[in-house]
């Protein structure tokens, strides 16, 4: 146990820090590390430790949390500590993360001074698989980049020669921990983010062309999408390590610190289901990432295979990895097959129908589960299950803008491409069918796939004449009106004998009617039961 200070130091200015230690194994191996931390280091709280179901890998589930005081200064202790972690901690405790917070927040410095230049930074993109091993997928071409911190803008802005991208230093777009390896000669950032980073031409910067956004295909990477860790290797006491530190503390974004293990990728398993449900389901646990991905080794997916595995309890296990940075595949499944006994998968509520959603972003395309959607007069003349709501969303998941003209110039025209070509699952082929005018404002699109000899051409035929329409916009928005959603169904039996045309709303030969008209008084009393 570390000894209080002496009174010699009673006057000198103290400063408080929280000391965090997360994916501990052993509660002795964390007393033995406190006893060895030095007698300037003044305990001020109870020391507790805890199962920690958030920061929890495998049987690492222990974390230490304790509040001291020490009158040295704040990279004095950070180096003090760090050292004694790595020789009495790390070795006996592999897994573990360390974070020192000042309880004294700092201030952020000015956005003027925090702009530098630093040239000979490495760049590795990949996933990390446990809390400290790191997958390699992709690093740029030349291993050397150039970088930018842009704190008006909360930006982390990366160049080579081919490609810019832009990696959002906000708690909307990273996970809540920033990974620091602090080397001899570099200090290694992993950054884990929820939203890939924007890729731009790096071209000429001070012109139009050189702010076009472009797709992963664009790039040549089809699968940069998947990436979902970041890992800098900056030089040794780089001044942007600090400002990128105080910035993260400013946001509250934590920094912990950790021993990393860097693996190369291994080839991609792949796994024939029988039906399109389950392999659907497979896919979309698939298009979550590498973080996945990276698990799915031929021992794993033999040993699921054989524990039995259903289309329900991935779609659960899509659910509950999404938001993680990293993941223990194995208990996931364990989880996810857990929850799939107790609970049952609920009933439609009325009106409603379950359809399947699909993220589309310029680098990666995310399968989601079926979902309730309010039910159109298209959807439900024909069996849903072919259907496919397609949303178009930027990489931070919101909607596409660009400040220059023609910015999304190459976006755009991969969107074309990906329209006019449709989308393929196992053994489906889905085609663009229409969309409503409000769905078109928000970037979603409905698309089918052919289906007892319906395909979408079919039913586009089959829910108005439109030969003569000109106008694109105007034949959008006519279609369109068969995918407004509503909540009333209401089969009306209608005799042609009864039906009388009101000259009030006829000229030339030609209804002027738009969706209005009159109904009988038993019918509107049917309505507003219904209703």
């Known amino acids: 146990m570390a000894e209080p200070a002496s009174t010699e130091l009673s006057d000198v200015r103290k400063e408080r820090f929280n000391l965090n230690l997360f994916y501990l194994k052993s509660e002795e191996s964390v007393h033995k590390f406190i006893r060895k931390l030095p007698g300037t280091i003044k305990f001020i709280d109870a020391k507790r430790l805890e199962r920690d179901d958030i920061h929890t890998y495998a049987d690492h589930k222990i974390s230490y949390n304790v509040i001291f005081e020490s009158s ?22 592999s897994m573990s993360w ?11 410095m000015s956005p003027q001074q925090s702009r530098e230049i630093l040239e000979k930074v490495e760049i590795l993109g990949g996933s990390m698989i446990s809390p400290i091993n790191f997958v390699r997928h992709w690093e740029t071409v030349a291993s050397v980049a150039s970088v930018e911190f842009q704190q008006d803008k909360s930006l982390l802005v990366i160049a080579n020669s081919e490609i810019k991208m832009e990696i959002n230093m906000w708690y909307n777009f990273l996970h809540n921990f920033i990974i620091v390896d602090l080397q001899e000669s570099e200090t290694i950032f992993y950054i884990n983010v929820k939203s890939t980073p924007k890729l731009f031409q790096n071209t000429d910067f001070h012109s139009y062309e050189g702010t076009k956004r472009i797709p992963a295909s664009e790039y040549g990477y089809e699968k940069f999408g998947h990436l979902d860790c970041f890992c800098i290797r900056f030089k040794k006491n780089s001044t942007i390590v600090s400002r990128i530190s105080c910035f993260l503390q400013c946001v509250d974004i934590s920094i912990a610190y950790a021993c990393m293990k860097v693996d190369n990728c291994q080839d991609e398993v792949t796994v024939d289901f029988e039906g399109f449900e389950m392999a659907y389901a497979w896919k979309s646990m698939c298009s979550q990432g590498f973080k996945v991905v990276d698990h799915l080794t031929p021992s794993v997916v033999e040993k699921i295979v054989q524990m039995g595995v259903s289309s329900h309890m991935l779609c659960i296990m899509v659910e509950n990895i999404a938001e993680k940075p990293f993941i223990n595949f194995m208990d996931e499944f364990s989880k996810a097959t857990e929850m799939t006994k107790q609970l049952k998968e609920e009933d439609v509520p009325r009106h409603y129908l379950m359809v399947r959603r699909v993220l589309l972003t310029p680098s990666k395309c995310v399968l989601l589960p079926k979902e309730p959607i309010l039910q159109n007069g298209i959807v439900r003349q024909y069996n849903e299950d072919y259907f496919l709501r397609l949303a178009y969303r930027d990489e931070d998941y919101k909607r596409l803008n660009a400040m220059q003209p023609y910015g999304l110039d190459c976006i755009f025209a991969d969107l074309k491409r990906f329209f006019n070509k449709g ?12 969309c409503s005018n409000g769905q078109l404002r928000e970037h979603g699109f409905w698309f089918y796939s052919s289906h007892d000899g319906i395909t979408a ?12 329409e000109r106008s694109f916009a105007s034949y ?9 959603e509503y909540n009333l169904k209401l089969d009306a039996k209608i005799c042609t004998e009864e039906v009388i045309y009101d000259r009030e709303f006829q000229m030339s030969g030609i209804c002027l009617i738009d969706c209005i008209g009159k109904i009988s008084t038993k019918t509107a009393t049917e309505v507003i039961t219904e209703f």
């Open 98 to 108: 360390l974070q020192l917070l000042p309880r004294k927040r700092l201030s952020c």
């Open 476 to 484: 959008v928005s006519h279609f369109g009106l068969s995918f407004s």
């Open 423 to 434: 989308l393929t699952i196992y053994d489906r082929h889905y085609e663009l069918l229409g």
């Open 72 to 93: 040295m200064d704040n990279a004095l202790v950070l180096s003090e500590v760090l050292k004694l972690w790595e020789i009495n901690l790390r070795s006996i405790e």
């Open 457 to 468: 051409a079919f039913i586009r035929e089959k829910h108005g004449n439109f030969s003569e």
